[in-house]
């Protein structure tokens, strides 16, 4: 197997699903023994220990929107979230609603967050920003 450039790298992740990115992530924490999770507990750690220590805690700039429920209507979710996300194809954002809760959006910055709930609502799907 010839040995992938960061850019190349790069390059393959950037034209990646959704769906494909997250089978990735599940790969390679099987692969490794590692969790993506283990590392943002210690961060919300440290947020929760600076607000009782009475400083400000910062704002949250980066979201996650994860669809909780599709609701009753899913064909209205599949099709917003086709227009939130124009790489997904119609069977990944079905497989994505069938199987909430999961992420649909990562790190996203507020305004897009916002948008994206105000949308996936709006169709009948109960949304959550983390």
Not at 7 to 25: G, N, P, T, W
Request: no cysteine; proline share 3%; charged share 30%.
């Amino acid at each position: 197997m010839a040995k992938l450039s960061k850019d190349e790298l790069i390059k393959a992740v950037e034209e990646m699903s959704v769906l494909e990115l997250s089978e990735l992530v599940k790969a390679l924490e099987e692969k490794f023994g590692v969790s993506a999770m283990v590392a943002a507990a210690p961060a919300s750690n440290a947020a929760s220990a600076a607000a009782e220590a009475g400083e400000p805690a910062e704002e949250q700039t980066v979201f996650n929107v994860v669809v909780a429920n599709s609701g009753a209507n899913k064909i209205a979710v599949i099709k917003a979230l086709r227009e939130l996300v124009p790489t997904l194809g119609l069977k990944e954002a079905k497989d994505l609603v069938d199987a909430a809760p999961k992420e649909v959006m990562t790190a996203v910055n507020k305004k897009t967050a916002d948008e994206a709930k105000e949308k996936l609502t709006a169709a009948g799907a109960t949304v959550e920003l983390k």
